[in-house]
């Protein structure tokens, strides 16, 4: 089991920039930060959970979607077991519950997901 909590969410306006956080910890013997992608998703009211961005820890790949490229930043701390999402040029169609999600490699199916923290972006 990996246990994965968001911070950092909240309310801006347009334009405004957000930086997320998620820590991931596990009880398991043997757990290895490194042994996970990480993504983050999202989801509005009304409207499918997306991919916003992912990283292949290690492999250095890294995914955006194109609504979100250029304006957010997806990092990591591999010594703090935190994966981060930097937000700027906020929209309001940016407003939805962010997720923070783990998936073992090499599958990286994303089995473990947070609680979502909320992010509103007003006009």
């Known amino acids: 089991q990996v246990q994965l909590v968001e911070s950092g969410g909240g309310s801006v306006q347009a334009g405004g920039s957000l930086r997320l956080s998620c820590a991931a910890s596990?009880?398991?013997?043997?757990?290895?930060?490194?042994?996970?992608?990480m993504g983050w998703f999202r989801q509005a009211p009304g409207k499918e959970r997306e991919g916003v961005a992912a990283?292949?820890?290690?492999?250095?790949?890294?995914y955006y979607a194109d609504s979100v490229k250029g304006r957010f930043t997806i990092s990591q701390d591999n010594a703090k077991n935190t994966l981060y999402l930097q937000m700027n040029s906020l929209k309001p169609e940016d407003t939805a519950m962010y997720y923070c999600?783990?998936?073992?490699?090499?599958?990286?199916?994303?089995?473990?997901w947070g609680q979502g923290t909320q992010v509103t972006v007003s006009s």
């Open positions: 999600a783990a998936g073992k490699k090499p599958l990286c199916a994303y089995n473990y």
């Open positions: 596990s009880a398991a013997s043997g757990y290895t930060y490194s042994s996970y992608c």
């Open positions: 990283i292949y820890t290690g492999g250095g790949t890294i």
